[in-house]
């Protein structure tokens, strides 16, 4: 792992040859095996075994004669300094490290590994790969090097706030600003945690919890974004039955990783300081701004049972509001699908 400032990026060889040829391809430019072999220091035999490991990850790889290899799409490296330098200045105080993987099965199991930061501080976690990435209830997340951001922050509340269930909502309308900063439009929140452009999943959002019965409660909050799929892997996606979409499909030319992680982790970090004192009560009216689901038939699907009805949007506490045909029911956790108007 490396940390802010470069960290261990000078001892290169202790890192694998994956991901030094990636750092070289990440400009979207050609590069023959040639270049790569003599600027990597190692045989042309070596790099041609390193572009198909990166292709197994999912990266999507050009290879032409005599010009060499490309990145489908060029997709900055990450890097946690220049994450860092671009940090609101009230979330470069609140963020104690910043810290960038190649691979990690998880970026929210390593920060729940970890022991909770200090009230009023977080870490950061990103990795290019995750081995065993996942969405809610277990669901796996495809994220293949450079064409995805895979985040994760840990953030200390003194005690369990109020309407803690909530929080996911805030962190989808704190992720909603960043990316309409840098460009996005339409965008839209599906309840409970998934930012949707045109009816297509763009990105999720996933909040682990570690709390005492009373006292400091510790949340994970992992969020992943589709920034540079390409057509085959959101077909791949849509023949699951998820229909997907990434940032460079929703007209975001050519988005830093780099600048969205900053302005991800920057909104967040102000939107959990205003959480922990005002609840949803500072993120309610852009969340039904943007919300996908209100005056469509849906299907909620809880551990008890499954019940249809009509969205009527969420309400101060953040629970999902249905009409269904015996009156007016709340939902505080579920799995929703659009049903066919009948």
């Known amino acids: 792992m490396r940390q ?7 001892g290169t060889h202790g890192q694998p040859l994956a991901e030094r040829v990636f750092a070289c391809l990440a400009d979207g430019e050609f590069h023959s095996g040639e270049e790569l072999a003599a600027t990597l220091g190692v045989s042309r035999s070596a790099v041609w075994k390193a572009v198909h490991a990166l292709r197994d990850l999912g990266a999507t790889l050009h290879a032409v004669p005599n010009r060499g290899y490309r990145l489908r799409a060029g997709s ?28 990690v099965d ?18 950061v976690m990103l990795a290019e790969y995750q081995s065993a990435g996942r969405g809610r209830r277990g669901r796996a997340w495809v994220a293949p090097p450079g064409g995805s951001i895979c985040l994760s922050l840990s953030w200390s509340f ?35 945690n998934d930012i949707l452009v045109n009816g297509r999943k763009l990105g999720g959002i996933l909040i682990e919890l ?29 023949r699951t039955g998820m229909p997907a979409t990434d ?3 929703s007209a975001v030319a050519h988005p830093s990783r780099n600048t969205l992680v900053a302005a991800l982790v920057s909104d ?11 609840a949803m009560r500072p993120f309610i009216e852009e969340w039904r701004a943007a919300d996908a689901l209100r005056g469509t038939q849906i299907e909620v699907r809880t551990l008890s049972g499954s019940v249809s009805g009509w969205a009527k949007g969420i ?10 045909p015996q009156g007016i029911e709340r939902f505080i956790s579920g799995e929703v699908t659009v049903r066919p108007v009948q």
């Open 4 to 10: 802010e400032g470069g960290g261990s990026r000078a």
């Open 76 to 103: 900055d490296a990450l890097d946690a300094r220049r994450i860092r330098e671009q940090l609101s200045p009230n979330a470069r105080e609140c963020v104690s490290s910043v810290e960038t993987a190649w691979t």
């Open 106 to 123: 998880s970026t929210n199991s390593v920060l729940l590994a970890r022991p909770n930061p200090p009230f009023g501080t977080c870490e």
């Open 158 to 192: 003194r005690e369990v706030p109020q309407d803690l269930g909530a929080l996911g909502l805030a962190v989808g309308v704190c992720a909603l600003r960043a990316l309409r900063s840098l460009g996005l439009e339409g965008g839209r929140l599906k309840w409970p």
């Open 210 to 238: 570690r709390a005492e019965a009373t006292g400091p409660a510790c949340v994970i909050i992992g969020i992943g974004l589709n920034v540079a799929l390409g057509e085959p892997l959101l077909a791949q996606i849509e």
């Open 247 to 249: 940032l460079i499909a």
């Open 268 to 278: 967040v970090v102000e939107g959990l300081k205003r959480f922990e004192n005002e």
């Open 315 to 324: 309400d101060l506490h953040g629970a999902l509001v249905v009409e269904t």
